[in-house]
């Protein structure tokens, strides 16, 4: 959301622009109304939406039309006030000032506009039937709203409404020519009922929606509210309550409402909430929180952490059997704008007849965090984590190691997650011992698909000192890639030490060992 707004008030001379600022700002109206108001910023704590506002008069009397289109770049949203009791001022919205503000903008986004309606007090009845076909033929404008700087009436209104078409736009959510939510909006919109659907149904109960309602709003809807939520969505959408639970169907109807009656604050409420940003991507912010990894450091998942992937793995074995079908592995990735895990996954973990079993599943989880924290910390947003879990972010389910270099010093090690490197010839069957280490004989290794390439690492848990610990195994590429990549970490840690990586070294027939160097001496 935007940090700040910028308000441009545009149009013909006389209808009142200047009255209007001033009207605000001083709460009366002016005895003496200068030919263009200085430029005024609206504190943040006596906006509605707790943002700096700034509000920028117009005169083309005393500025160029280089210097007003200068004005509209740096504008967020645009005001352009007519005259309700002078159609020409009302014509002039189609003829010169839409074209103004986004002629040379076809192909990119459009500044939103609100229409104001200044001089309310000296026509009886409205000039809404003279606005609507204009409202209709420039999806641009937001709202229009009729008011009167003499009277001060609407005018606080006026104003909250410029600041809502810049911090709540409509573009993004809503298309006015077919009535429906924008692509990008329904699938935002579906993945966060998903992710609220928590036994999968494919319907939020009265339990779901007081959740997902408390996790918005901060308070959950009363017994009466949610029946009459639910009868509105039975009167309009056939399928949108189904055994009383709300559908999806139900919930994109329901958005769209919302939106339809102006209140598309509340869909980017909604939004904001599940980590989207005004793209209606998710934002960096929520996919990557700020998280340090030191120097000799490596990090794992926190009971926490292993506590909420579980819990997903459970939601999605629907058929009780303790490990993921495909079709169950797809389910669960229906909220990744791709699958995460690809085929490798089969030759990396432990599996079961091609299912992906808990034991294999947190192994998968507990390699992508010890490998790459950023991709685990993606996974986690994904998944909803600092929404389902009630915390700040998702670097909460993950733990930072202590450094190696003092768990050699102390000849211990807390770490649950140790590297293991395996060298050694071509063709004495390197590959092979990787997959035997997931339990896997040669029969299940032939079967792999000839053009399948080894796995890059392998992981399984081992017993050390009677503690489990994860395991991982670089395969022929990973382990030259390690080498590569951090020789360091291979110098005089070959021999029995469990703080830090370990050399495996296999050999074929009638070949002397190979042995990983130490340091000289």
């Not at 006026?158 to 909006?185: I, R, W």
């Not at 928590?198 to 949610?226: I, M, R, Y």
């Not at 598309?264 to 340090?292: A, C, K, M, N, V």
Request: net charge negative.
């Amino acid at each position: 959301m935007k940090r700040d707004v910028r308000i441009l008030l545009l149009g013909e001379a006389q209808v009142g622009k200047t009255s209007l600022i001033l009207s605000l700002v001083g709460e009366e109206f002016p005895e003496e109304v200068p030919p263009r108001a200085e430029e005024i910023t609206i504190p943040a704590d006596v906006t509605p939406e707790k943002v700096p506002t700034h509000i920028v008069d117009s005169s083309e009397a005393e500025q160029t039309v280089e210097e007003l289109q200068d004005e509209i770049h740096k504008a967020n949203v645009v005001c352009v006030v007519y005259d309700v009791s002078e159609e020409a001022t009302i014509e002039k919205i189609r003829t010169k000032w839409i074209p103004l503000v986004n002629g040379g903008t076809e192909r990119g986004p459009r500044v939103p506009i609100i229409l104001v309606g200044n001089k309310s007090d000296l026509r009886p009845g409205s000039s809404m039937e003279a606005v609507l076909p204009i409202m209709s033929q420039f999806p641009e404008i937001e709202t229009c709203v009729e008011c009167s700087a003499k009277n001060l009436r609407n005018i606080s209104e006026l104003f909250y409404y410029a600041q809502k078409a810049v911090l709540h736009p409509t573009a993004p959510l809503y298309d006015p020519e077919t009535k429906q939510l924008k692509p990008a909006c329904s699938q935002a919109l579906t993945r966060i009922f998903r992710l609220s659907d928590q036994d999968l149904d494919q319907a939020l109960s009265d339990e779901e929606l007081n959740a997902f309602q408390k996790s918005c709003f901060g308070h959950p809807l009363a017994p009466q509210a949610l029946d009459d939520v639910k009868m509105v969505v039975r009167k309009n959408v056939a399928g949108g309550v189904r055994d009383d639970r709300l559908t999806l169907d139900g919930f994109l109807f329901l958005n769209t409402l919302f939106i339809q009656r102006g209140r598309h604050e509340t869909t980017w409420t909604i939004l904001r909430r599940f980590g989207y940003g005004d793209t209606l991507d998710l934002s960096p912010d929520y996919l990557l929180p700020p998280f340090h990894v030191p120097p000799g450091c490596s990090t794992e998942l926190n009971h926490f952490g292993y506590q909420f992937v579980q819990k997903v793995f459970e939601k999605h074995d629907q058929d009780r059997d303790g490990a993921l079908s495909p079709a169950e592995l797809q389910g669960l990735f229906s909220v990744f704008p791709a699958a995460p895990w690809g085929p490798q996954l089969l030759y990396t973990v432990p599996t079961e007849a091609g299912r992906l079993p808990l034991h294999g599943y947190l192994c998968q989880w507990t390699l992508v965090t010890y490998l790459d924290v950023q991709r685990c910390l993606e996974h986690l947003g994904y998944l909803g984590y600092p929404i389902l879990c009630k915390q700040d972010s998702q670097a909460h389910a993950i733990t930072v190691t202590r450094e190696k270099m003092l768990d050699q010093e102390k000849g211990q090690t807390q770490r649950n997650v140790l590297l293991c490197k395996v060298v050694g010839a071509r063709g004495v069957g390197k590959s092979s011992f990787l997959q035997a280490f997931l339990g896997r004989g040669l029969e299940h290794q032939d079967a792999r698909e000839p053009c399948q390439e080894p796995a890059i690492y392998t992981i399984n848990t081992v017993q050390v000192n009677g503690q489990e610990k994860y395991l991982i195994t670089p395969g022929p590429r990973g382990a030259e890639h390690h080498l590569l990549l951090a020789p360091a970490d291979t110098g005089g840690c070959w021999g029995r030490c469990c703080c830090c990586p370990q050399l495996l070294t296999l050999q074929g027939p009638g070949e002397e060992p190979m042995r990983p160097r130490g340091p000289a001496g």
